[in-house]
């Protein structure tokens, strides 16, 4: 039974790449299967008619600069893979209260505050801000790729070094929830809507589930005088490229258009996996990039029963809307690249297509789009219900009819600031949770799952199956580009073992 490589990933989403690249830069060999026709999962791009469209994530933070407590930029930094970073202040929000351009930084967000609320709610602002401070430092002096491949609490990083001892006053709040500290210390409407849409473009969840530790670091990062907002030259894919290259050079590989069916078994241990063309390939670890209902689905049915059984009920995250348009951007000279809007703050923060997140990249990187035109993503971040898609099919003329009424809210918020948007355009691709589900294989077209901080952690990398582990969106930390890269750091670390981690964390000062 010839091995193809050591370890197999299935899967080439942030989290496996840097899972990959890690293990590679370890010394093992590393072979990583997608399903797709192009690497990055949520992250990749595609280009249409002269336009370089993002597919996933819009906002970045922590690349442009150098310490950064962003797991990504360290392990970019670890596999020598520099990017070239366009760096901005500000960005839009149009919400209840009016049209906001809204400061990067401290004193970018308290002007908004006190123009719009006054004094007091400024105050308040800033007392809530200091409380953060210490917690924030405390998830500073607790790096992520710091975290043993066991997460089942923080007493063994205590032997680490002395680092941590001033933080333990804080530390008891990293594991918990946000909403706690909000409700003690936020009790002005806006202030707490606020904080309720930061969480939400996050997690995908309220303030009330989000994880404490994954917000008080955003505002370390946003809240630091020299704060800014990153947006890599090329977009999202240029970032996962610089991840293929860091595992190429460091003698991994990756094969596109290799669905895997399953995961093979030689008792209770994974030994490699079954391709959808019937293809067997061999290891002696498996890694699952897959989400959390994927990688169940992978494993036979007598295999860890009630541990498989557990992960196919995880509950989900809704699903998005889409919108990409390729369009003439004669007089629209001050865009920004982002604008969020929200509908009414009473509804809930994840109420149905309550909220719009709109990227323009080409007002950073002209080479995004032809001369003279824009590329625009916009989506509704986690707020479409499965439940409006479940019974209709791609390509059917009731699919069409009902893409076309929900996606109209897109069109009635671009009109808000682009009155003819519809007559300037060249390209324009509508996209449901079907369209999102068709191209990630994701769960229902699922964010991801929905597990609230304020019921405990999410899963750690390791499964009860021996030579099979476990990374991305379904796993510890959670959901987001950071967390997804943490999880690959951590299944890294599982195979590789502590003294490749400590070797690691030595290169980059951590």
């Given at each position: 039974m010839p091995k193809s490589a050591e370890v197999i990933v299935i899967g080439s989403g942030i989290g496996g790449l840097c899972c990959a690249g890690l293990t590679a830069r370890a010394g093992r060999e590393v072979l990583?299967?997608?399903?797709?026709?192009?690497?990055?999962?949520?992250?990749?791009?595609?280009?249409?008619?002269?336009?370089?469209?993002?597919?996933?994530?819009?906002?970045?933070?922590?690349?442009?600069?150098?310490?950064?407590?962003?797991?990504?930029a360290q392990i970019l930094r670890a596999l020598d893979q520099p990017l070239d970073v366009f760096t901005y202040n500000d960005w839009d929000v149009l919400c209840p209260e009016g049209h906001l351009r809204v400061g990067v930084g401290g004193d970018g967000f308290e002007r908004v505050v006190e123009t719009l609320r006054g004094p007091e709610a400024l105050a308040e602002w800033q007392r809530f801000t200091e409380v953060l401070q210490p917690i924030a430092s405390a998830a500073d002096a607790l790096p992520l790729l710091a975290l043993p491949a066991s997460v089942d609490g923080i007493g063994p990083l205590l032997r680490r070094s002395g680092r941590l001892v001033q933080h333990l006053p804080a530390i008891r709040y990293l594991s918990g929830a946000f909403g706690p500290l909000v409700d003690r210390h936020l009790q002005d409407p806006f202030l707490r809507h606020w904080v309720d849409l930061l969480c939400f473009l996050i997690s995908g969840m309220p303030m009330a589930d989000t994880n404490a530790a994954a917000m008080a670091t955003l505002f370390g990062e946003w809240f630091d005088p020299q704060a800014c907002l990153d947006f890599p030259q090329?977009?999202?894919?240029?970032?996962?490229?610089?991840?293929?290259?860091?595992?190429?050079v460091n003698g991994g590989s990756l094969r596109l258009g290799a669905r895997v069916h399953r995961v093979l078994l030689d008792g209770d241990r994974a030994i490699g996996v079954e391709l959808s063309n019937g293809e067997r390939l061999y290891a002696d670890v498996v890694v699952s990039n897959a989400d959390a209902w994927g990688t169940a689905g992978l494993l036979p049915e007598r295999a860890s029963m009630a541990w498989s059984q557990d992960r196919r009920s995880t509950p989900a995250c809704h699903s998005f809307l889409h919108l990409h348009l390729g369009f003439d951007a004669s007089g629209l000279e001050d865009l920004p690249i982002h604008t969020v809007w929200v509908g009414d703050w009473e509804r809930g923060i994840d109420a149905d297509r309550n909220a719009v997140v709109v990227s323009i990249p080409s007002v950073l990187d002209p080479s995004m789009a032809p001369e003279g035109h824009h590329v625009m993503?916009?989506?509704?971040?986690?707020?479409?219900?499965?439940?409006?898609?479940?019974?209709?099919?791609?390509?059917?003329?009731?699919?069409?009819?009902?893409?076309?009424?929900?996606?109209?809210?897109?069109?009635?918020?671009?009109?808000?600031?682009?009155?003819?948007?519809?007559?300037?355009?060249?390209?324009?691709?509508?996209?449901?949770?079907?369209t999102h589900r068709h191209y990630l294989s994701t769960y229902r077209g699922s964010y991801g799952p929905r597990l609230s901080a304020a019921k405990g952690l999410f899963p750690g990398v390791m499964t009860p199956i021996k030579g099979l582990l476990q990374c991305g969106s379904s796993c510890f930390p959670g959901i987001g580009i950071p967390p997804v890269a943490a999880s690959g750091a951590m299944a890294s670390h599982a195979i590789t073992g502590r003294r490749a981690q400590r070797e690691l964390l030595r290169s980059l000062d951590l």
């Open positions: 990583v299967l997608e399903a797709h026709s192009q690497p990055g999962g949520a992250a990749h791009g595609f280009e249409r008619q002269g336009y370089c469209f993002e597919s996933g994530p819009s906002l970045w933070s922590g690349l442009s600069r150098w310490p950064s407590s962003n797991p990504l090329g977009g999202s894919a240029a970032v996962v490229n610089a991840l293929v290259r860091g595992l190429n993503h916009a989506y509704t971040p986690a707020n479409e219900p499965w439940e409006e898609w479940d019974n209709l099919h791609r390509g059917t003329e009731a699919y069409q009819e009902q893409r076309g009424r929900r996606c109209q809210v897109f069109w009635d918020v671009l009109e808000q600031r682009i009155p003819d948007i519809r007559n300037r355009c060249s390209v324009v691709m509508e996209g449901t949770p079907l």
